[in-house]
């Protein structure tokens, strides 16, 4: 009998432990996968044609791998690249290089299934000073949202 309540009390504590957590994920992992356009934000400032980004993507690789999905208003082709992430910064940057003159520096932001780019309008070569689209900064927010394939993948 004392054994039968010994090993019932055990079993209640080990049910009753805590289950250990899984391990978050970093930046580097969120980003891997495909994503598409959703938006453009550029807070009142020039907005391209409507349709102009429709169709664009980027697939992020391991390796630091870029894969960009091309518009037909803006791309002919997918062009590959390389895109670095600094999550150290007080805002998280990413740097990239798609095809043979396309580079920029951005900041970024991954919340779950939503990847936003923060762009300067102003040069490919200028990172903005904050993640928000602004007419007078001159930047840009473009939104992106997993590929519904990789955000069953994901989970």
């Known amino acids: ?18 289950v250990p957590k899984e391990k978050a994920k970093t930046d580097a992992e969120l980003i ?3 994503w598409e356009f959703e938006k453009f934000d550029s807070a009142g400032g020039p ?7 429709a169709g664009m993507g980027f697939e992020f690789k391991k390796d630091n791998l870029l894969t960009s999905t091309p518009p037909t208003k803006l791309m002919e ?7 670095e992430l600094n999550t150290e910064a007080k805002l998280k940057e990413l740097d990239f290089s798609v095809g043979k003159e396309s580079t ?9 299934d939503t990847l936003k780019i923060c762009i300067s309008q102003q040069s490919s070569k ?12 001159q930047t840009t927010v473009l ?6 394939a990789d955000q069953k993948k994901d989970k």
């Not at 082709?77 to 895109?83: C, D, S, V």
């Not at 920029?104 to 779950?112: N, P, R, S, T, V």
């Not at 200028?126 to 900064?137: C, G, I, S, Y």
């Not at 939104?143 to 519904?148: L, Q, V």
């Open 47 to 53: 907005a391209p044609p409507e349709g102009y980004f």
């Open 143 to 148: 939104t992106f949202k997993r590929a519904k």
């Open 104 to 112: 920029g520096k951005a900041l970024y932001e991954i919340d779950g």
């Open 32 to 34: 891997l996968g495909k």
């Open 77 to 83: 082709k997918a062009e590959e690249g390389t895109y």
């Open 126 to 137: 200028v990172r903005p000073a904050e993640l928000k689209a602004d007419m007078t900064a």
């Open 1 to 18: 009998m004392r054994l039968f309540l010994l090993l019932c009390a055990t079993a209640g504590l080990l049910l009753a432990a805590p």
